[in-house]
């Protein structure tokens, strides 16, 4: 496997969207349905009809949810576009150079899930209770940026199933550690449907909620501290009140998917949503 470049180990800053130095590839390579959160049909490789044709920006983005495109609003690549725009590629965008284009648009996906992958292992690390298991992840961390680097033919050919299938195993055993600290009966609910479930002053301190339905969900004033809720889906939940300190693996995009207030107590790495 070709490697593009020598690398240290990904910053965080390395695992946010920067939208400026990317070339749009969400609002490209992506498809979506006509829907609640979309509000048109678009193809894979398409370019949605809001992209500006003189540059690579949003021409609604101010409006997105207002326009019917609050999908847009909550999608996160987690610094998957900037690498592959200016790493994979060198800069090369699919206007200037189509023939490059359909193969950008198919490592864009392959690279989003590893660089999700990035992310949790990167919260993992700094999490004290995991700390047994440090050093097998710091070597998937490793490993899994590896593959962020190569070229984009290997890229192409990446099983992220089975990479996401390893390194969950070791990322659900480090939620195990630093949960199993949590005094009293912790419940496992992972990959419980709970639509619509009525949670409101929940206890779920330490919980298990890998994977869980909760759309909208009532989590009004819940204890939700150190529960793990990696790939939890939290669209329209009502965390208004909920307590959501130390909670394990909660990316900003199911923040932005799900309601909340002034009094929603967040992890310091993470923002209050601009429409709560």
């Not at 678009?42 to 021409?59: I, T």
């Not at 150079?97 to 992958?117: I, Q, S, T, W």
């Not at 130390?246 to 799900?258: E, H, P, R």
Request: some cysteine; overall charge positive.
């Amino acid at each position: 496997m070709a490697l593009v470049t020598p690398h240290a180990l990904p910053e965080p800053a390395d695992l946010r969207a920067d939208c400026a130095n990317c070339f749009a590839l969400c609002c490209v390579a992506l498809p979506f349905a006509a829907s609640a959160d979309f509000a048109v049909d678009k193809a894979a490789g398409q370019p949605c009809g809001n992209l500006r044709a003189d540059d690579f920006r949003c021409g609604i983005h101010p409006r997105l949810r207002g326009e019917g495109f609050a999908g847009c609003t909550v999608f996160d690549c987690f610094g998957a576009g900037q690498k592959v725009s200016r790493l994979t590629f060198g800069g090369r965008d699919w206007r200037r150079d189509p023939k490059a284009a359909r193969r950008m648009f198919e490592v864009f996906p392959v690279m989003r899930g590893l660089h999700e992958l990035l992310r949790y292992l990167t919260e993992a690390l700094a999490l004290p209770g995991a700390r047994p298991l440090h050093g097998d992840l710091r070597r998937a961390l490793r490993a899994t940026d590896r593959l962020t680097r190569a070229d984009a033919e290997a890229l192409a050919a990446v099983d992220v199933a089975a990479v996401r299938q390893d390194v969950n195993a070791l990322l659900s055993r480090a939620s195990e550690l630093v949960r199993e600290k949590v005094p009293g009966r912790r419940r496992n609910h992972r990959g419980a449907d709970l639509i619509g479930a009525r949670l409101a002053g929940a206890n779920l301190r330490g919980a298990n909620l890998r994977g869980a339905r909760l759309v909208a969900a009532d989590l009004r004033k819940a204890d939700l501290r150190t529960a793990d809720v990696t790939g939890a889906d939290l669209r329209d939940a009502d965390l208004r009140g909920a307590d959501l300190t130390g909670v394990l693996f909660l990316t900003q995009s199911q923040l932005d998917a799900a309601r909340g207030d002034g009094a929603t107590k967040l992890p310091g790495t993470l923002t209050r949503p601009a429409h709560w």
